[in-house]
C-alpha cells in the first residue's frame, strides 16, 4: 500500500471520461442519501403534525393498538370492529402486534406514536402509566358506562387519583381444572379444605398420576400458586398491601405462604421449570395429570368432547377466617393514551366497547372468558362460562394476578428469578424471602 | 492519465521529503466526506451510547419523562447489582464457563479441523461444508433445534440415549447442554478463519520444517502457529467477543432464566421491556463493556509488544 495520495483529477481527463468517474458516484450517493433522508423526515414531519390538525384530518378514523395476536381473539376483535363502523360510520385501524411484544414495548410505545386506543390490562399495571401520565382520564366515557358494571369492576378501573384510565371488557378467573371423566372414574370429590386437598393429591399419586400439574418455564405459572395461597392464608388486603410494597415480604406471613407451598411440591409435576403450560395443559389433557391450577384460558387447548369434559372447581380454603372469598380474575381491557389523537371518535369506540353489544359479539367468537358489563348476555355462555361468571360473581375480592398488581420491574426482574428460585430449592425460605425483600425496598424505595 | 501517474508515483518512491502534496478542493471535500461520515456514524452510534449507558448506569433513571427526570444517585446500582440481585453472580460465571468453553474446547478444536483439512485429504470439500454449515445458521435457529433436540420426552437426545434427563429445565446441566450446540457452530467458524490462514504459510516453511525432521506436532507449535500470528489475533477477539454477546440461544431456549443467565439478559431484562430500570440496566451494561475490553486490550498489547521486540 503506497503512501501516495489518490492522483489529483485533470481537467482534460474528466472531459474525456464521459461515463460515470468515481467523484460522480460518490456525487450521486450523497445527493441521493440526502434526498432518501428528506423524504423520510419529510414524511415523519407530517406524522408529527399536531394533535388539533391530526384530529382534523383523521376525522371519521379512529386508530387501534392491539396485542390480539393469537388467532382467536384477533378475529374477535374484529368482527367487534365491523359491528361498530356499522352502527356509527367511524372505521378502525387496527394495528396488531404480538402479544408478549406488545407488552414489553410499552413504555417506548407510550411515549413515541401511540394509537388511541390500546388494548391493556387493569390493575396497578394500569394505575402505573396513569401515574406517569402517559394515559388519559376518561371520566366521561364512564357517565354513560358506570351503572353497567358492578364496583369491583368499577374499582378495577380507576388510576390511584380516583379518575377512571380503564374499560373492562372481559375477565377470567384462575381455578384449579380437572376432568370429570377422571374424578368419576376414580371416585374423586372435590376438596373444600387445605388436608382435604393434600389427601386427594395423596391418593391420585397411589392411582398413578401426577396429582397437580404444573409448569413453571415460562415464569408466569407460579405466580398464580403463590397469589391464591397468599390470600387464602393471609387474606385479601395482606396481599395487595404485599403487592403494593407497603407489607414486608420476610415476615412471617410471607413465610408461611412458601411452606405451605411446600406441602404440595412433592405431588406436582417433575421437571417444572422446563415445561410451558401448554405442555401442562396436554398432561391433563391426556389424562396424566388429576388438576392444573391456571386461568380458564387453558380451555384452548381443548377442543370437541374434551372441552366438554373439562370443569373447574374454587381453590381450597386454607385459612377458615377468609374461607375461598378471594380469586384472582385479571381483566383485560382498554386506555387511551395520552399522545394519541384523544379525539371524540376514540371516546365513541371506548364506549362501544364497554357496552354489552360489544361484549356479546367478542364472547361469540372468544368464549373462554367472561364479559364484565353486567348486561352481557349470558344465555348463551357455555357451562364453563356460567361458572366462570358465577365464580367471580361470588368472590368478595378479585385480585389482578401478581404481575399486574405490583410494579412490572419488580414482578419480572425480583419475583420470576425467585420462585423459579423457591421451585429449585424449597428448603431455603429463609435465604429467599431476606433476598425478595432487599429487592423490594430497592425497588420500592422502602 | 498516465501523465498524472508519473508525478504521484514519484512522491510515493520518494521517502516523504516534506513536501505535502497539494489537494484540490473536491478531493479535501471527498476525503472529508468519506472520513466525516463513517466518523459521525460510529461516533453517535456506538460511542455516544457507550458514553451515555455509562453516565445512566449513576442515575436510576426509568425511561419515562425525559431524561431530566432521572436523579443522580452516584454507585447505588453497582452496590445493589454486586450484593442483592440473584441473577448477577451466576450470569458472570455463566459468561466465563462461556469464554472458558469457547478459547479452550470450542476454537481449538476448529484449529484442528483446519489443520486436517488442509491436507487437502479425500473428501475434503464435503467436510468444509458440513463443518461451515452451522454457521450459516442464526443462534436463534439454533435456539430453535436445541429445544427439540433436547426435549425430555419427544427429543433426540433422549431418544438416542433412552434416558429421561430435563436437559433445558435442570439448572445444573442445561448451561452445558447449550455451550455443546455453541461449539458445534463456534468451531465451523474458527475452522473457515484459520483454513484461509493456513493456506496463506508459505509452503517452503513447511518444506524446510519437514526436510529438518521435525515430527507433525512439532513442527505445527514451532513454525506453522507462529506464522499465524496475525490470524491468532483475529481468533482471539472473535472468541472473546463471541462469548461476551452470546445471548439470542439462551433467550430462545428459556428467556435466560433458571441456569442460563448471561449478563446481556440482565441488560435488556432491566432495559428492554416493562421493567424499564434504565439506569440499573445501565450499570450492568457498563460491567459488560468492561468485562469485554479488559482480555482484548491485555492481548492486544501483549501481541504488540511482541511484534515490536520480533
Not at chain 1, 387445605?194 to 391418593?203: E, M, S, T
Amino acid at each position: 500500500m503506497s503512501d501516495a495520495l489518490p492522483p489529483a483529477p485533470s481537467p482534460e481527463g474528466e472531459a474525456h471520461n464521459p461515463s460515470l468517474s468515481r467523484r460522480g458516484l460518490l456525487a450521486a450517493g450523497v445527493v441521493g442519501a440526502t434526498a432518501a433522508y428528506g423524504l423520510s423526515a419529510g414524511g415523519a414531519a407530517a406524522r408529527s403534525l399536531s394533535p388539533a390538525l391530526r384530529r382534523a384530518l383523521a376525522a371519521g378514523t379512529v386508530s387501534f393498538g392491539s396485542n390480539a395476536s393469537d388467532p382467536v381473539p384477533k378475529k374477535a376483535y374484529e368482527n367487534v370492529f365491523k359491528a361498530f363502523t356499522k352502527k356509527t360510520g367511524i372505521s378502525v385501524n387496527v394495528n396488531t402486534v404480538d402479544h408478549n411484544t406488545f407488552q414489553e414495548q410499552i413504555n417506548s410505545y407510550l411515549q413515541g406514536r401511540p394509537q388511541d386506543v390500546f388494548t391493556w390490562f387493569a390493575g396497578y399495571r394500569m394505575q402505573f402509566f396513569a401515574q406517569k401520565g402517559l394515559l388519559s382520564p376518561i371520566d366521561d366515557v364512564w357517565t354513560t358506562l358506570k351503572p353497567q358494571f358492578a364496583s369491583a369492576f368499577q374499582n378495577a378501573s380507576k388510576g390511584a387519583d380516583g379518575k377512571y384510565y380503564f374499560v373492562p371488557i372481559y375477565a377470567y378467573p384462575w381455578a384449579v381444572h380437572y376432568r370429570k371423566s377422571v374424578f368419576k372414574q376414580n371416585g374423586y370429590t372435590i376438596p373444600k379444605t387445605w388436608a382435604q386437598f393434600i389427601a386427594l393429591c395423596k391418593k391420585m399419586k397411589a392411582d398413578g398420576l401426577t396429582p397437580i400439574a404444573f409448569t413453571d418455564k415460562d415464569g408466569w405459572p407460579a405466580m398464580g400458586t403463590f397469589d391464591i395461597i397468599n390470600m387464602r392464608i393471609n387474606g385479601y388486603d395482606f396481599h395487595v398491601r404485599l403487592m403494593a410494597g407497603k407489607a414486608r415480604w420476610d415476615g412471617p406471613q410471607v413465610r408461611k405462604v412458601f411452606n405451605t407451598w411446600r406441602q404440595i411440591l412433592p405431588y406436582t409435576s417433575s421437571g417444572a421449570l422446563g415445561l410451558t403450560w401448554q405442555e401442562g395443559a396436554q398432561q391433563l389433557l391426556n389424562k396424566e395429570a388429576g388438576m392444573y391450577m391456571l386461568g380458564t384460558f387453558v380451555g384452548q387447548q381443548f377442543t370437541g368432547a374434551d372441552a366438554k369434559d373439562l370443569d373447574f372447581f374454587a381453590y381450597p380454603a386454607i385459612n377458615p377466617k377468609w374461607g375461598q372469598d378471594s380469586i384472582d380474575a385479571p381483566i383485560d381491557g382498554f386506555c387511551m393514551a395520552r399522545k394519541g389523537s384523544n379525539s371524540k371518535e376514540a371516546k365513541e369506540l371506548l364506549r362501544f366497547l364497554g357496552s354489552a353489544a360489544a361484549e356479546n359479539i367478542y364472547l361469540a367468537s372468544d368464549p373462554n372468558n367472561v364479559g364484565a358489563n353486567k348486561n352481557a348476555n349470558k344465555s348463551r355462555y357455555t357451562a364453563t362460562q356460567k361458572k366462570s361468571a358465577l365464580l367471580i360473581a361470588k368472590s368478595k375480592h378479585i385480585a389482578q394476578y401478581l404481575d399486574r398488581d405490583t410494579r412490572p420491574d419488580f414482578a419480572s426482574t425480583v419475583m420470576i428469578p425467585a420462585l423459579q428460585q423457591f421451585l429449585n430449592n424449597p428448603n431455603d425460605v429463609n435465604g429467599l424471602v431476606k433476598s425478595i425483600q432487599k429487592q423490594k425496598v430497592a425497588i420500592f424505595g422502602s | 492519465m498516465a501523465t498524472d501517474i508519473a508525478p504521484s508515483a514519484e512522491v510515493a518512491g520518494a521517502h516523504r521529503t516534506g513536501r505535502a502534496v497539494r489537494l484540490s478542493a473536491r478531493d479535501k471535500l471527498a476525503l472529508a466526506l468519506m472520513v466525516g461520515v463513517p466518523l459521525v456514524v460510529v461516533g453517535g452510534l456506538i460511542w455516544f451510547p457507550t458514553f451515555a449507558s455509562i453516565f445512566l448506569s449513576f442515575t436510576n433513571w426509568d425511561g419515562i419523562g425525559g431524561i431530566t427526570t432521572a436523579q443522580w444517585i452516584g454507585t447505588e446500582n453497582y452496590n445493589q447489582v454486586a450484593t442483592i440481585y440473584p441473577p448477577f453472580w451466576p450470569a458472570v460465571k455463566h459468561n466465563l464457563i462461556w469464554l472458558a468453553f469457547l478459547t479452550l474446547v470450542a476454537t481449538p478444536f476448529g484449529l484442528f479441523l483446519a489443520y486436517q483439512l488442509d491436507k487437502e485429504l479425500r473428501g475434503s470439500r464435503f467436510y468444509q461444508s458440513v463443518f461451515f454449515l452451522p454457521v450459516v445458521l442464526s443462534f436463534a435457529i439454533i435456539g430453535f433445534i436445541v429445544q427439540l433436540m433436547y426435549s425430555p420426552t419427544q427429543g433426540l437426545v433422549n431418544g438416542l440415549l433412552g434416558t429421561n434427563t430435563d436437559w433445558l429445565g435442570d439448572p445444573s446441566i442445561n448451561l452445558w447442554a447449550v455451550l455443546v450446540l455453541v461449539g458445534w457452530r463456534h468451531a465451523g467458524y474458527i475452522m473457515i478463519l484459520y483454513l484461509a490462514g493456513l493456506k496463506a504459510i508459505d509452503p517452503s516453511l513447511r518444506e524446510a520444517a519437514r526436510v529438518d525432521g521435525a515430527g507433525e506436532w512439532h513442527a505445527f507449535r514451532t513454525v506453522i502457529f507462529p506464522a499465524l500470528r496475525p490470524i491468532n489475533i483475529v481468533i482471539v477477539v472473535v472468541t472473546v467477543i463471541e462469548a461476551l454477546r452470546a445471548f439470542d440461544i439462551v433467550y430462545i431456549v428459556n428467556k435466560g432464566r433458571n441456569g442460563l443467565e448471561l449478563l446481556s439478559i440482565l441488560v435488556t431484562n432491566n432495559i428492554i421491556g416493562e421493567a424499564s430500570r434504565i439506569g440499573y440496566g445501565s450499570a450492568i451494561a457498563v460491567i459488560l463493556i468492561v468485562v469485554s475490553i479488559v482480555p482484548i486490550i491485555v492481548f492486544v498489547w501483549n501481541s504488540f509488544q511482541e511484534s515490536e521486540q520480533a
